[in-house]
């Protein structure tokens, strides 16, 4: 079966830490997404990458980082800089970064105690 | 700057007709998609609009109307699974082509 995988789907963490969350896809998309969902809010896009090896910064960056060094696989790490981080997270992908549809993975609901 | 408005929440009752409405501001507008997310689950992708007029996808239709900055999405005959919040998203040019998502619409859905 073809899809987005993300883990783990409960995250807690102390503040302070820096935390990696995965996202896998087998989708064989190009374009990949990260974004941030507090309650009541909708999606706010972190980082995205177009292609292997490049990744743009989204609206709010700061306090996160990515690699993309295949292109099945797209980690965000939430590092200590970012300052309100208990949030969900999303992963999503595209065939390309024109098409229509963007697949989700099943989040991972990040809490720092 | 960009900014999309959709109501908040909106209560139907099963079997009826419901619309929910999206306006948007953005200067490069390439399309308005809708999707769907039940409480703790990711969206899922239910239409997409690029040109003016109405796309029908079973019980769920969405239209646009680009010289209004407007469109809508429609559920016909609701039922109980439609309870969830959605969302519609714009495709800015301006901003590489990426979405920038409405706060959402909860639908409540009453037997």
């Known amino acids: 079966d073809g899809g987005i995988t993300q883990s783990p789907k409960y995250l807690f963490r102390k503040e302070g830490q820096n935390v990696t969350l995965s996202c896998e896809q087998n989708l064989n998309h190009d374009a990949m997404y990260w974004y941030r969902q507090d309650p009541g809010q909708g999606l706010r896009l972190i980082y995205y990458?177009?292609?292997?090896?490049?990744?743009q910064k989204g609206d709010i960056a700061e306090g996160y980082s990515v690699s993309r060094e295949k292109k099945e696989s797209f980690p965000l790490t939430v590092t200590s800089a970012q300052k309100n981080p208990t949030a969900f997270y999303l992963c999503?992908?595209?065939?390309?970064?024109?098409?229509?549809?963007?697949?989700f993975g099943p989040g991972t609901r990040l809490t720092v105690l | 700057g960009q900014s999309l408005e959709q109501p908040s929440e909106v209560t139907a009752v099963e079997g009826a007709i419901v619309q929910i409405n999206c306006t948007y501001q953005?200067?490069?507008?390439?399309?308005l998609s809708w999707y769907q997310q039940h409480d703790g689950g990711a969206p899922t992708f239910l239409s997409y609009n690029g040109l003016d007029g109405l796309e029908e996808t079973g019980r769920f239709s969405s239209f646009l109307s680009r010289s209004d900055s407007y469109g809508y999405l429609l559920l016909q005959e609701l039922q109980m699974k439609d309870s969830a919040s959605y969302f519609c998203a714009v495709r800015d040019r301006r901003s590489n082509y990426q979405l920038i998502w409405g706060a959402g619409t909860k639908l409540i859905i009453k037997p």
């Open positions: 953005t200067s490069g507008f390439y399309g």
């Open positions: 999503a992908s595209m065939e390309t970064a024109l098409t229509n549809e963007q697949f």
């Open positions: 990458s177009q292609i292997v090896n490049d990744f």
